[in-house]
């Protein structure tokens, strides 16, 4: 196909939004290893895990064997008022950076919350709603998530109450009115109105919060409230399930035009926009009928990744949750407060971990103001303004692509545009006035976060 033919934007038609998820789990050899129970160390039962998460969330959290998964009607309806999402070309920033490269991303902040969130957020709502529950509850750190969720509970009639980060409830006012436009009440964490919140404050005084600290929230209170179950943003297996729609719409995109990508790139907080977005291409490298590189791009202030420890860990602060073996910076750990770009969460998803541990991936860190350069340089060629964590992968294409300049090498990239940042003007404004630094934690820093990883026997790293 000649490249002139290759529009701006390639759009699916709607009876092409895909109908079932995939689940790269049926075809890894390696399975990611199960959530353990922290008292006993033995691997959880679904019956454990009942009184957090929905039943049928559960029965996908487990199932490492199913390759293919129906998306209810419901949830397709659902889908159909914001998807499919995009397939871009980015003319415009190819010839900005003067690179043979070709660079594709896929756009996921076309929806009011501005995030690839709400695909999860609608299913997870979905089966909490058919299990006839009167709400959930979660965390939220930038906010998208929260507001992913709101407008999720808004369309199936359910309570949602949200435990925002601190820092991020006071730098984004607005965020929290958009939440309760839904009808979602929003709780700045840590809180008073937990007993974990208040051990987290007597402990921690003045503290601007984790996400972490916020799971204990919001986990506790899905379990002492009748009627109430926990749902999470990211990390999860399911959230990474329902995330494989990114993927098989971007696929089938490029699959129109014969276009195969050489490297996928996507920014990883807790992982599941990336583990969406590579899924389909991941499951024909795991059944080896293809290959590509794939590089996961995090903040160099949370290098969960390049930095962390393959162990098994707390998804929480206040050590309340299932332990997970993934690449963990230590339940404990909080990114430095100047950090404004997002991914901020300390543990990464046990898929993307199991991969990322097996030579599947390549992970690599960036430091903020790059991040924001990118951004800016997105922005003025692309026209969209993209969300700070969308950004990291914006950094990391750009880089490649001009490395693509210097060795003349016409390299296909797709990286994942997972929002917009509206929200984030703060950040952007430090950055402007110059007031951003980057922060990266000392070796010391890092030790103090691996000193609070669990120790028992087969937990060595
Ligand atoms: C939440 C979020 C992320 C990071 O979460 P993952 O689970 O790693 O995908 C990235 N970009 C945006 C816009 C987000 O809202």
Redesign the pocket.
Known sequence: MSEEKIPYKIYLSEAEIPKQWYNMRADMKNKPAPLLNPGTLQPLKPEELAPIFCEELIAQELNDTDAYIDIPEEIQAYYKTYRPSPTMRAYHLEKALGTPAKIYYKF??NNTS????LNSAIAQAYYAKKQGLKGVTTET??G??GTALSMACAYFGLDCKVYMVKVSYEQKPFRREVMRTYGASVTPSPSMETAVGRKILEQHPGTTGSLGCAISEAVEVATTNEGYRYVL???LNQ?LLH?SVIGLEAKAALDKYGIKPDIII???????????LIAPFMGEKLRGEADYRIIAVEPASCPSFTRGKFAYDFCDTGMICPLAKMYTLGSGFIPSANHAG??R?HGM?TILSQLYHDGYMEACSVEQTSVFEAAEQFARTEGILP?P??SHAIRTAIDEALKCKETGEEKTILFGL???GYFDMVAYEKFHDGEMTDVIPTDEDLQAGFDGIPKFPGNEF
Request: glycine fraction near 34%; aromatic fraction near 6%; hydrophobic fraction near 25%.
């Open positions: 996921e902040g501005g995030s690839h969130k750190g930038a998208q998530w943003g990211s990390v959230v995330q996507g920014c990883a907080g807790g992982g599941s926009n990336l583990g969406g997002g991914l969460f998803s969300a964590e969308s997972t929002g917009t």
